[in-house]
């Protein structure tokens, strides 16, 4: 008797499921990856790292270890809930920019883009000065290039 198998499955000679075949969605074989792929990947990572770091450091003021810092319950309450948006988001982002995924991407860019809009428009909420301003937002640029650079490639 014949037992079932899945579609699109080859057989061999006897009828039996050949381990060769498989079905298509296992054997579909992974798009060639050009140049900038590659280097947007690498970007994402080496971003994602550094998100990560972030994260911690976050966490970190959260659990007030950090040395020299002041308490987090001696800030006020919506500096309080800025910190933990951040330390929840920036971790999200970190994990999502590793796996190099879509969602990943978004979210990122949604911590990016509210951290420089609170630092441009309450500092006090959070404060960030001049150059780390530039350097963050001068990654979200980069981040566009190359993806842009990577969608424009010809496959």
Not at 69 to 84: K, L, M
Not at 100 to 112: D, I, K, P, R
Not at 116 to 124: D, E, K, Q
Request: aromatic share 10%; net charge positive; glycine share 8%.
């Amino acid at each position: 008797m014949r037992s079932l198998t899945k579609v699109g499955a080859m057989r061999d000679g006897r009828g039996r499921a050949s381990e060769v075949g498989g079905d298509r969605i296992e054997r579909s074989p992974r798009p060639h990856q050009t140049g900038w792929d590659v280097v947007l990947v690498w970007f994402m990572r080496l971003t994602a790292l550094v998100w990560l770091a972030k994260a911690v450091a976050t966490w970190a003021s959260i659990l007030d270890v950090l040395p020299g810092a002041r308490p987090f319950e001696a800030e006020p309450v919506t500096r309080q809930t800025v910190i933990v948006y951040f330390a929840v988001i920036d971790a999200m982002a970190a994990v999502g920019l590793w796996l190099t995924s879509a969602w990943g991407g978004v979210v990122w860019l949604l911590a990016a883009s509210s951290a420089l809009t609170l630092a441009i428009l309450t500092p006090h909420l959070l404060p960030m000065s001049v150059p780390y301003l530039g350097l963050q937002a001068s990654i979200v640029v980069i981040y566009f290039i190359l993806s842009w650079l990577a969608a424009r490639e010809i496959r």
